[in-house]
């Protein structure tokens, strides 16, 4: 089955499972009769002995329609929304006595303007939790000590970042905070897989740990004198990580006129959704780009 | 949305496209009123008569078929038991037949002139 999705302030849309479709209404000046059980000449070619006259009836007509075309499912709303109340942690009293703001699948569903696939993989993407049957993300600092646990571990245990074991971490770390999130923050940041004895692993990804590290070392100042930076990222990630400048598309900006070269946080996600605002607001930040520069901006 | 109901395919109909509008001879509602006689020639075109004009056109297979449907429910608004307007697609329409040159009248008697 279909659905049409869409608040009073939005323009309609329809999704099936997995697919999103813009609603236009189309006007013709021409009459659109509506004719049940009328038969096409090809019907007919058999009966040529019979010349009955075949009384039809017609059920309705319209001079407009709606027509359906393929969309990119509006997702932007998803982080919004999500974003209105991180998850700090158990131990967070907000969260219990909070009961703002919190959501469901089924009320993702009827809130944004997507099919049910669609807004399940942008959860995954975004790295959202279901807790106690909310989805939430989490809040970054929480985020970055739960990071910390797993790559302290990492290192006190000598594992090769490949071969990162889900039962050890489980076992260590589950005194110091939920399974649930450890299992999570391992998921976000690290390629599941199983080996041939059925154990399972993850397989850390360098370049998501390098620039969550480096988000959170940028987050905490103005702007960086661009090689003191590289030189505390490079020691603040794991061992036997390679930190690179690219890893920060869309997170921070090198600022290559000034003397010395400075970096700064800019986060993609930060900046208006609209193109006209968009643009306006990267030009306020900087008077001229580099298109290299721009590009992980206007994506 | 939903399939209305039942095994089997949804019901086909096809479209007739007329330029213009229709109205009916007498004053009076549409409903219920002749529109007219449908016809297919030997060649397959369709020739429509409405009144004493005829029409001629075309059989066009729909690039994007159309779905009916129709709206369930009687209450003009959503209510709090029925929070969702649920619509049943009732045919498909992957035919029209076109009629879009101008209509012919057709003249029984022409008086010769003399």
Redesign the interface.
């Known amino acids: 089955s279909l659905v049409i999705r869409g608040e009073k302030d939005e323009h309609a849309v329809l999704c099936s499972k997995d697919k999103t479709y813009d609603m236009k209404i189309a006007d013709t000046s021409n009459m659109l009769l509506f004719v049940p059980g009328c038969k096409t000449p090809e019907e007919l070619n058999g009966d040529l002995e019979s010349c009955n006259i075949i009384h039809s009836q017609i059920a309705g007509f319209s001079k407009n329609y709606w027509e359906l075309r393929r969309c990119r499912p509006k997702l932007k709303k998803l982080r919004k929304l999500l974003m209105e109340d991180p998850y700090e942690g158990p131990d967070n009293q907000k969260d219990q006595t909070s009961t703002f703001s919190k959501y469901t699948t089924e009320d993702l569903l009827s809130l944004i303007q997507a099919s049910e696939e669609e807004i399940l993989h942008q959860l995954q993407v975004i790295d959202a939790c279901k807790i106690e049957g909310y989805w939430r993300i989490l809040d970054f600092d929480y985020e970055m000590k739960l990071l910390n646990h797993v790559t302290q571990l990492i290192d006190s245990e000598s594992w090769p970042l490949s071969k990162v074991p889900l039962c050890a971490c489980l076992e260590e770390l589950g005194s110091l905070e939920p399974r649930e999130m450890i299992q999570h923050i391992l998921l976000s940041y690290g390629r599941k897989y199983v080996d041939d004895a059925g154990e399972v692993f993850f397989e850390m990804r360098e370049d998501k740990i390098c620039r969550a590290i480096a988000r959170m070392l940028l987050q905490n100042a103005v702007k960086f004198n661009l090689s003191e930076f590289e030189e505390v990222w490079q020691q603040s990630v794991p061992e036997g990580m390679t930190t690179r400048l690219d890893q920060l598309q869309g997170l921070a900006l090198v600022d290559k006129s000034s003397r010395p070269e400075t970096i700064f946080l800019l986060k993609v996600e930060d900046l208006p959704e609209d193109n006209q605002e968009r643009f306006n607001s990267l030009f306020g930040i900087r008077e001229k780009w580099t298109e290299v520069d721009i590009t992980p901006y206007i994506q | ?3 209305s109901g039942g095994a089997g395919a949804l ?1 086909q ?10 109205q009916p001879r007498q004053s009076g509602d ?1 409903a219920g009123s002749l ?1 007219g006689d ?1 016809h ?1 020639t030997r060649e ?3 020739v429509l008569i409405v009144g004493h004009h005829i029409l001629c056109g075309k ?1 066009v297979q729909l690039e ?1 078929p ?1 779905a ?1 449907l129709v709206k369930e429910g009687g209450a003009p608004q959503p209510s709090p038991t029925e929070p969702h307007r649920q619509y049943t697609v009732t ?1 498909l ?1 992957k ?3 076109l009629f ?1 040159t101008r209509p012919k009248p057709i003249i029984t008697h022409v008086p010769k002139k003399v």
Do not use: C, N
């Open positions: 949305f939903s399939h019901a109909w096809v479209l007739v496209e007329l330029q213009g509008e229709v549409l529109l449908l297919y397959g075109v369709p059989v994007k159309f009916v045919a329409i035919t029209k037949l879009k």
